[in-house]
């Protein structure tokens, strides 16, 4: 599928429709007509629906932000089970592409010939099999499959994914389902291991706002400081902040546990004591003696059942 553009358009195979649960079409109807393509009349549903079945994608011409968001992903609010596809298509374009490329993005590749805006999604490049084209895929395939070829600085270290390259990325990990490792040394943005079920997340520096949002196991460690709304809408897993929270920590979870310095967490959400776990925890990561005692649990006392899915 071809879609030439006369001008960038953001949210271009946006599997979410940018978030069409929540705006119900009025920001983005998925049977509206594409702005500003030439000699096509592609829907918004039609680029996606070409993914989904594994066909290629390209756009000649700039795209806008939000380019492949939660790309091969088969979304439970339209009928699906959560998780990857597995034949996603990719996406070509000739030109450049605006921020977060690839939010939550989990299978498929982006290829850009042009430049691109930070932050990024949940995307690293890797070797590129088109000659002219940089390559991205999700960090989580890279992480359920590390087959891929991954590009200097950023390596393997042992059964570990390291990144060094120093770019901000957001959503990182989203949807991880396997018992494994990446650390950051650096900073990430929004919503580090969004919707991730299992492995661990180190991040050297500090997070942005909603780290570990929708967290349903795993663990997310941010040793330096965390933005508003860590662990909004948690619902398992462990969130440790190193450094100091911003505000509405803990907003609507609804299970799992978040350690960090003292604070006042959302209601109903509870303070409680370390556990030896927690403390043992806390060691790991250079926090041991009398600094622990800047440190609590903050939990609920009742998991809800039956969270919602997405």
């Given at each position: ?28 109807n998925?049977?509206?007509?594409i ?6 009349s ?20 700039d ?32 030109g ?55 590009l200097?600085?950023n ?39 969004i ?16 780290t ?11 040793l ?41 967490p ?8 370390l ?36």
């Amino acid at each position: 599928m071809e879609l030439k553009l006369n001008k960038a358009l953001d949210c271009i195979a946006d599997f979410t429709y940018n978030f069409l649960w929540q705006h119900k079409g009025t920001k983005l109807n998925p049977t509206d007509r594409i702005p500003s393509q030439v000699g096509t009349s592609y829907t918004y549903e039609d680029i996606v629906e070409a993914l989904r079945r594994g066909e290629d994608v390209h756009i000649k011409g700039d795209a806008g932000n939000r380019l492949g968001s939660s790309l091969g992903v088969d979304l439970c609010y339209f009928g699906g089970n959560g998780k990857e596809i597995a034949e996603t298509g990719s996406i070509i374009v000739d030109g450049d592409v605006g921020s977060y490329m690839g939010m939550s993005m989990v299978s498929g590749a982006i290829y850009v010939r042009g430049e691109i805006k930070e932050p990024l999604g949940n995307v690293v490049e890797v070797k590129s099999d088109k000659r002219g084209y940089k390559k991205f895929v999700s960090l989580t395939w890279l992480l359920h499959h590390p087959e891929a070829s991954l590009l200097e600085p950023n390596e393997y270290r042992g059964d570990e994914l390291v990144l060094k390259d120093g770019l901000i990325r957001s959503t990182l990990a989203a949807r991880c389902r396997a018992p494994v490792r990446i650390r950051v040394h650096g900073d990430t943005g929004i919503s580090t291991g969004i919707l991730m079920r299992n492995g661990t997340i180190v991040v050297e520096g500090n997070a942005g706002m909603n780290t570990g949002a929708l967290l349903n196991g795993g663990s997310v460690v941010i040793l330096g400081d965390a933005a508003e709304f860590t662990g909004v809408e948690m619902r398992s897993g462990v969130v440790l902040v190193a450094g100091k929270c911003r505000a509405y920590v803990g907003a609507k979870m609804t299970g799992g546990h978040i350690i960090c310095r003292m604070t006042r967490p959302v209601p109903p959400v509870k303070e409680r004591a370390l556990t030896g776990e927690d403390i043992a925890l806390l060691s790991d990561f250079g926090i041991s003696g009398i600094f622990t005692m800047n440190y609590r649990r903050y939990e609920l006392n009742k998991s809800i059942e039956n969270p919602p899915r997405l």
